[in-house]
């Protein structure tokens, strides 16, 4: 697939979200055709950010699809060699039955979009955005954390701690997806961002913003989460997703993840940075003797992958920089 992609066409699902327009751009940018899938193309408020990006007018197309509706992506995928599935709820607050309303659903969206790439014998390959957190959450913290290792979904459901119902949901889609690849031979390579951070074209503030900001808009819920945090950058997110596609030689999953800190650096950097927010700088329940648990990207980096966000600069501040100022651009939060 390598040095192919002039002319290829890819099929993005998620297309408006966080990650899949910032990929729907930059696939843009090398020269693919892309087929954008939507829930509802005519909404232009949740995608006019996809029209306007360059190269929209000529080799971008909206298609209608849904994550519950099998066979909805059957045409969108059609034709297409690569499909990146990145779609996936983010949003919780009103869940009232995460088995039915969260776990469930994910598991059978990945299903139904695997099952749409068997039926169109073009697809070369299907990259599935799955996250770390199908990876780390454990009763025992390891030193470090790679591929091999698999969320304990007891665990999560036992301790209910926050957004437990998406690491379930998660760890059990990647895990069926894989089942489905073996059983089916779909060439299917999956990989697993950190928190993704930095600037965003879409119009409201994306989740992992918002967690990683909960700091300075006083949300407590997501403390624990920043507690011992991995993370990386959108733009190297997107490329890794590119790579992988583009590298026949990837096989498997990839953490993709270029820093690890704690909630107390995070917290040091914020108030020198913006000494306009009250940053509380004390956490209950959060011991400041922790130490971040690296996720190690190795493998990724051993394809020959190269993250352009990893220098020293970028630490801590480099990934909050540009998120804070796309909310002030947006007038998402104070200025």
């Not at 327009?21 to 843009?28: E, K």
């Not at 749409?116 to 599935?128: G, N, P, T, W």
């Not at 770390?132 to 091999?148: A, L, M, N």
């Not at 220098?311 to 804070?324: K, P, R, Y």
């Amino acid at each position: 697939m390598e040095g192919e992609h002039g002319g290829t066409t890819v099929c993005v699902t998620g297309a408006s979200g966080f990650i899949g327009s910032w990929l729907v751009m930059r696939l843009l940018e090398r020269g693919y055709y892309v087929r954008a899938t939507v829930r509802d193309p005519a909404n232009m408020s949740k995608v006019r950010h996809l029209l306007d990006l360059p190269n929209a007018a000529t080799r971008l197309s909206l298609w209608k699809a849904d994550l519950v509706d099998e066979g909805s992506f059957d045409d969108a995928v059609h034709g297409c060699a690569g499909v990146f599935h990145v779609a996936t709820r983010t949003d919780f607050s009103s869940v009232k039955d995460p088995e039915s309303e969260v776990i469930k659903p994910t598991v059978n969206g990945v299903l139904n979009i695997m099952r749409s790439c068997s039926k169109a014998e073009s697809v070369k390959r299907l990259i599935y955005t799955s996250t770390t957190g199908t990876i780390s959450r454990q009763q025992h913290p390891q030193s470090e954390y790679d591929e091999s290792f698999w969320t304990d979904i007891d665990f999560c459901r036992a301790q209910k701690m926050a957004g437990w119902m998406y690491l379930v949901a998660k760890t059990m889609a990647e895990k069926a997806a894989w089942e489905f690849a073996k059983e089916n031979g779909l060439d299917l390579v999956t990989i697993q961002p950190s928190l993704v951070l930095g600037p965003f074209i879409t119009p409201l503030m994306p989740a992992s913003i918002k967690i990683s900001l909960a700091l300075i808009t006083r949300n407590e819920t997501f403390y624990p989460l920043l507690a011992r945090l991995c993370a990386v950058h959108l733009d190297d997110v997107c490329n890794a997703h590119i790579y992988l596609f583009e590298h026949v030689q990837a096989k498997g999953r990839y953490i993709c993840s270029s820093h690890c800190f704690t909630i107390f650096e995070i917290t040091k950097w914020l108030s020198q940075k913006y000494p306009e927010f009250d940053i509380p700088t004390k956490f209950e329940g959060i011991d400041e003797s922790l130490n971040p648990i690296p996720c190690s990207s190795k493998k990724l980096v051993d394809l020959g992958f190269k993250f352009k966000y990893n220098s020293e600069e970028c630490h801590v501040g480099g990934l909050f920089t540009e998120a804070i100022e796309s909310c002030r651009e947006k007038r998402l939060m104070p200025l």
